[in-house]
């Protein structure tokens, strides 16, 4: 992982709003996955455990962005 403790604010943000983006990405895969029936070699219930592990990952990476950006907002205090 870089450290990003004294970098610029404006990265800072920038890489913050990509992994809330990024977060977005996982969770609609997941979902896509759950509920719709895709054309790939995948059986359903593969399928649905593919979306079940990317929305867990998304809901797991919601967490640790909303950590990183309250340690950067007491860094700044």
Same mark, same amino acid.
């Given at each position: 992982m870089i450290a990003l403790k004294g970098s610029n604010p404006k990265l800072r943000k920038y890489l913050y709003y990509f992994g809330l983006s990024m977060v977005l %990405?996982? /969770?609609c895969l997941g979902l896509l996955f %759950?509920?719709?029936d895709l054309p790939i070699n995948v059986?359903?219930?593969g399928q649905i455990t593919? +979306? /079940? %592990?990317?929305?867990?990952? +998304?809901l797991v990476r919601t967490y640790t962005n909303y950590r990183k950006r309250q340690n950067f907002e007491d860094e700044e205090e």
């Open positions: %990405v996982y /969770v %759950v509920f719709y059986t359903r219930q593919i +979306g /079940v %592990v990317l929305i867990i990952y +998304g």
